[in-house]
């Protein structure tokens, strides 16, 4: 029996000390839940029209052909270029469908804040899908 009781007292002595790993408060976390932000390594923050310009370059799934991040796909590369409005209107004879009456103008704005956002460090960023999407 010896042997039981050594294998027991060790797996005790195992528990107790992960056991004394284990506190309330996760390391790192400051009492009261407040974190302290580096100012001088946080991103700048987005702009409301860079912002809701991703939303829109999102929702109207510009992304299926100018890929994830305007980098170019099936389409040209849209990163740091203006909104070519009349081309968003009408389309083109080779695949862009025209989006007259289902972006605004200031949409069009946003989503030019937002192509030109990218690749700075005001890049708005979605750590959920949900955020990317208007709620209506």
């Not at 912002?51 to 999102?58: A, D, S």
């Not at 991040?69 to 080779?94: F, K, S, W, Y």
């Not at 979605?126 to 209506?136: D, G, L, T």
Request: net charge negative; charged share 15%; glycine share 12%.
């Amino acid at each position: 029996m010896r042997t039981v009781s050594s294998f027991s007292g060790a797996v005790a002595g195992l528990a107790t000390a992960l056991l004394a790993g284990c506190s309330a408060q996760p390391p790192g976390d400051p009492a009261g839940g407040q974190m302290h932000v580096d100012s001088a390594r946080s991103p700048a923050a987005s702009t409301p029209a860079q912002i809701n310009g991703r939303k829109v370059f999102l929702r109207e799934n510009c992304y299926s052909c100018h890929g994830q991040i305007a980098q170019g796909g099936m389409c040209p590369n849209l990163r740091g270029r203006e909104v070519d409005v009349d081309v968003v209107h009408e389309g083109t004879p080779t695949g862009m469908p025209n989006f007259r009456g289902r972006v605004t103008d200031q949409e069009l704005d946003d989503i030019e804040a937002y192509l030109a956002s990218l690749g700075t460090p005001n890049e708005p960023t979605f750590f959920h899908w949900w955020e990317a999407f208007p709620s209506q």
